[in-house]
């Protein structure tokens, strides 16, 4: 009994432990972009106690929690998806009169950073202004699970959010797809068929 109680202990402990690692193993793996450039990557599937684990040691996905109202004990997945919307080419803003009234006029480079935010960077010119560079990065987190209600029933909700401040939700839609297996596609059915069958094979033997 003690013997089998410590091998489950040691089991699970590993199970937890090999969890953990291979979520640490997929933050660096490569992501796969599709033709229509679409990024995918292989899910990682965790144990309930590596997760906790994990959200207790990560302050980013404790904090993505909180604002979902979701406790890590109720979550069956979350996603996150990092990305940058940025300028692919330098944009001038030409001025609507001719110039700027100063003969002796000269560039003046300009730089507005917030972090986590945004960040700016260009060139104030004679004629108009030239924007090298806008970056607003951010984190999108996609969290699914069981949200406990004390008079009524457990809701399944998904929840969406945002790193940066200046991103905003206009929708958000979810479809679970259930899965209507056959009585007989149960996983009780071939416990079933191999006990009948043991029996079967065992008065064949007796007799």
Same mark, same amino acid.
């Given at each position: 009994m003690v013997i089998a109680i410590s091998t489950y202990t040691c089991n699970k402990f590993k199970s937890d432990?090999?969890?953990k690692g291979d979520y640490i193993s997929s933050l660096d793996? +490569?992501? +796969?972009?599709?033709?229509?450039?679409?990024?995918?990557?292989p899910a990682v599937q965790v144990t309930k106690a590596a997760f906790e684990d994990i959200v207790n040691q990560n302050a980013i996905l404790m904090a993505a929690l909180k604002?979902?109202?979701?406790k890590a004990k109720n979550v069956t997945s979350i996603t996150t998806a990092s990305s940058t919307i940025s300028l692919p080419d330098p944009i001038i803003i030409t001025l609507s009169g001719d110039s700027l009234p100063c003969p002796d006029f000269k560039p003046v480079p300009?730089?507005?950073?917030?972090?986590?935010?945004?960040?700016?960077?260009?060139?104030i010119m004679k004629t108009g202004i030239r924007l090298?560079?806008?970056?607003?990065?951010?984190?999108?987190?996609?969290i699914t699970g069981h949200k406990r209600?004390?008079?009524?029933?457990?809701?399944?909700?998904? +929840?969406?959010?945002?790193?940066?401040?200046?991103f905003k939700i206009n929708g958000l839609h979810n479809l679970t797809v259930k899965d209507e297996r056959k009585w007989w596609q149960g996983r009780a059915v071939p416990i079933i068929g191999a006990f009948i069958g043991g029996v079967y094979i065992s008065r064949k033997i007796i007799k």
């Amino acid at each position: 009994m003690v013997i089998a109680i410590s091998t489950y202990t040691c089991n699970k402990f590993k199970s937890d432990s090999q969890g953990k690692g291979d979520y640490i193993s997929s933050l660096d793996d +490569t992501i +796969t972009f599709l033709k229509s450039g679409v990024a995918q990557k292989p899910a990682v599937q965790v144990t309930k106690a590596a997760f906790e684990d994990i959200v207790n040691q990560n302050a980013i996905l404790m904090a993505a929690l909180k604002e979902a109202e979701l406790k890590a004990k109720n979550v069956t997945s979350i996603t996150t998806a990092s990305s940058t919307i940025s300028l692919p080419d330098p944009i001038i803003i030409t001025l609507s009169g001719d110039s700027l009234p100063c003969p002796d006029f000269k560039p003046v480079p300009f730089r507005k950073d917030s972090i986590g935010a945004y960040s700016i960077a260009g060139v104030i010119m004679k004629t108009g202004i030239r924007l090298d560079t806008i970056n607003f990065p951010d984190t999108l987190f996609i969290i699914t699970g069981h949200k406990r209600h004390f008079f009524k029933k457990d809701e399944f909700v998904v +929840t969406a959010s945002h790193s940066n401040k200046y991103f905003k939700i206009n929708g958000l839609h979810n479809l679970t797809v259930k899965d209507e297996r056959k009585w007989w596609q149960g996983r009780a059915v071939p416990i079933i068929g191999a006990f009948i069958g043991g029996v079967y094979i065992s008065r064949k033997i007796i007799k």
